[in-house]
């Protein structure tokens, strides 16, 4: 249980371009999901946390306009990065929780990740 | 302060000998629960173990074991004969029962390769 599926899982796209990250679901109702973003050999960073049926919580320091959050419904939330850039390209990686996963004995569950280049 | 740290940037180990990767951690909060996640150059990232605040005994699942030294603030995580599947990015992290609304800590990782 609690599959947590991404897509797509590379990306390559011309600066300048928007790109959508899907994060879906499989077998659980998420209403929260987390967005993080990795560099190479480096920490996962928490960009945001979106609840089901609200607007995104955006961590210190990340531009809401530039990656968007919407999490319409149960199962799927989408990050869209607007007007990619090089500096953009990184790895992002999403995880789900449903109401009992957010309590502090969960683990979380992670889609794939997404690698995201931006030429 | 961070809330956890990952002291050893890289390791090394012989297959079939364990090793151990170190994590410190900070809260002040009595319930919280520590992660182990593993993260192969594919990317994905893997849940190892769990440990909770208010567990007794230290966390075993299979080779991986978690050291935990509640008054040290440390969860160390020990895996017995190595495997050359075992090289990768080792994270340990850490959830709040009452503060941070359900997000999860991490520290900088361990690469951890195993050497036949």
């Known amino acids: 249980g609690a599959v947590v599926s991404q897509h797509p899982s590379w990306v390559i796209c011309k600066s300048g371009t928007s790109v959508k990250i899907e994060c879906r679901s499989l077998d659980f109702q998420a209403t929260t999901m987390f967005w993080y973003r990795q560099f190479p050999k480096q920490s996962l960073m928490l960009m945001a946390t979106s609840n089901e049926g609200s607007k995104a919580t955006y961590e210190q320091g990340v531009e809401k306009d530039k990656f968007l959050i919407n999490h319409a419904s149960l199962t799927l939330s989408t990050l869209t990065v607007t007007s990619a850039h090089p500096e953009d390209s990184s790895f992002y990686i999403c995880s789900a929780s449903d109401r009992g996963q957010l309590a502090y004995n969960s683990p979380l569950h992670f889609g794939n990740g997404t690698r995201l280049t931006v030429t | 302060a961070q809330k956890i740290t990952q002291t050893q940037p890289g390791m090394f180990v012989q297959e079939k000998e364990a090793v151990t990767l170190d994590c410190t951690y900070d809260?002040?909060?009595?319930?919280?629960?520590l992660f182990w996640y593993k993260q192969p150059s594919s990317g994905e990232m893997i849940f190892l173990i769990y440990?909770?605040?208010?567990?007794?005994q230290n966390a075993t699942e299979g080779r991986y074991s978690l050291n935990f030294q509640k008054a040290r603030k440390s969860a160390n995580l020990v895996i017995s004969a190595s495997q050359l599947g075992d090289s990768a990015m080792y994270f340990c992290?850490?959830?709040?029962?009452?503060?941070?609304?359900?997000?999860?800590?991490f520290g900088d990782g361990t690469t951890l390769t195993v050497k036949p």
């Open positions: 440990q909770g605040s208010y567990d007794q």
């Open positions: 992290a850490m959830r709040e029962g009452n503060t941070n609304a359900g997000k999860s800590t």
């Open positions: 809260t002040s909060d009595p319930s919280y629960g």
